[in-house]
């Protein structure tokens, strides 16, 4: 299984970029969907939590300008990120769990790609 994100790239502050994500290889099922970030220096922390159903789950520090989707047909996950701050600079991180057979389930990461926000 491979989780391959899309996206991200430089942006002035108040501006907007959108992340990919799509899931791949042998898979039964995909269960929860979500993103993190990791600023230099700092922790990798939770930025959008989507299970397969219901709404998704925010971190405070982006909620009302970020808002995450994903289409389960085709195994993927969106993250539109809007009025970008320079303190969302950070590489970005697709995750998921992610079921190979009915009774497995395992955890993956992407490669991560590079939000950055500057003037």
């Known amino acids: 299984v491979q989780l391959v994100e899309s996206g991200g790239g430089e942006v002035q502050p108040g501006g907007s970029l959108r992340l990919s994500c799509v899931a791949s290889g042998y898979i039964f099922s995909v269960e929860d969907m979500g993103w993190y970030r990791q600023a230099p220096g700092k922790e990798r922390e939770l930025v959008a939590l989507?299970?397969?159903?219901?709404?998704?789950k925010y971190a405070d520090s982006v909620k009302g300008r970020f808002t995450s989707a994903r289409d389960n047909a085709k195994n993927t996950v969106t993250l539109q990120m809007n009025k970008l701050e320079p303190a969302d600079t950070a590489v970005y991180y697709c995750?998921?769990?992610?079921?190979?057979?009915?009774?497995?389930?395992?955890?993956?990461w992407g490669q991560g790609t590079q939000v950055t926000v500057s003037s």
């Open positions: 989507m299970s397969k159903v219901g709404t998704p």
């Open positions: 995750n998921a769990n992610v079921r190979p057979s009915r009774n497995y389930e395992f955890n993956y």
